[in-house]
């Protein structure tokens, strides 16, 4: 459903991928594991069109992203729900306008209509009660709830979540990988999860891709992962200082 095929891409001078396959099968979740600045992000990016690679393909359901207008671009997007690294609520705004936001912008519905779908989402990640604060007044968890309840709220095919579980402690880290794997219960979506995080990526991940100097290295279950003798996937894995990664 969703395929990398052989994505260059040069970012700042800097050859961030070269060459990278990687493919995606509906209802799966793929997790992608890598190191800081490994370009998990970027790859993400090229998914939904907000980059375009230099060269190569990238196809989501049979359709080609790189050649797309704008206004099939948007399109696509629609598709996607996108949890992005840093939460990105928008500080001024309320719990519950952030997650009624896509629906204001991408559809004609109603403010009844409106309501009932937010205050859905919001009770199934149990942020109802916390509907009417504001960003700036709610734990970093909530914070993550929040981001998760507007990325699901246009009911998406994709979920993209990138390092769902960075600066949670490790309670919160577990819920959020539950949430991971309940919301892919509850709505079958396909979902693809960036992430250095090993707890998690075990936990969530159908198959795990390691990407590394710009290319996935290796693909498997995480049982092949653990058991993997490629020596980047092993240093990685075990995080040792010595091996083939600087
Ligand atoms: N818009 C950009 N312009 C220039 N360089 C970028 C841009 N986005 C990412 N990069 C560079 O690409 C590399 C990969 O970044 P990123 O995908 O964010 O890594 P990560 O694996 O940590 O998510 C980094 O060296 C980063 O500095
Ligand atoms: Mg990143």
């Known amino acids: 459903m969703l395929e990398l095929r052989d994505v260059h891409k040069n970012l700042g001078g800097e050859t961030v991928l070269n060459g ?20 998990k992000s970027v790859t993400l990016k090229h998914m939904v069109g907000l980059m375009l690679p230099d060269s190569g ?11 797309l207008d704008k206004d099939g671009i948007f399109k696509l997007r629609r598709k996607f729900g ?7 609520l928008i500080n001024w705004l309320s719990v519950y306008d952030n997650v009624a936001l896509p629906l204001r912008e991408h559809t004609t519905m109603g403010p009844d209509e409106i309501d009932s779908v937010v205050q859905g989402k919001l009770r199934m990640l149990d942020m109802a009660e916390h509907s009417r ?42 819920r959020t990988n539950q949430l991971i ?24 991940a159908d198959r795990i891709a390691m990407l590394y100097g710009g290319r996935i290295v290796q693909t498997g279950t995480p049982d092949e992962i653990r058991s993997s003798d490629d020596p980047v996937v092993r240093q990685f894995i075990e995080g040792r200082m010595e091996g083939p990664m600087e």
Do not use: C, W
């Open 20 to 39: 990278l396959d990687l493919k995606v099968e509906r209802g799966e979740t793929m997790v992608i594991i890598g190191r800081s600045g490994s370009g």
């Open 57 to 67: 393909r990238v196809t989501v359901d049979g359709v080609e992203v790189n050649t």
């Open 82 to 88: 996108f949890l992005f690294q840093f939460g990105a």
């Open 133 to 174: 604060k504001m960003p700036a007044d709610i734990s970093g968890g909530m914070k993550k709830r929040a981001g998760l309840a507007r990325a699901v709220v246009l009911d998406p095919e994709i979920i993209l979540y990138d390092e769902p579980t960075s600066g949670l402690d490790p309670v919160l880290a577990s």
């Open 181 to 204: 794997i309940d919301i892919r219960e509850e709505l079958g979506v396909t979902s693809v999860v960036v992430t250095h995080d090993m707890v998690s990526a075990y936990k969530v």
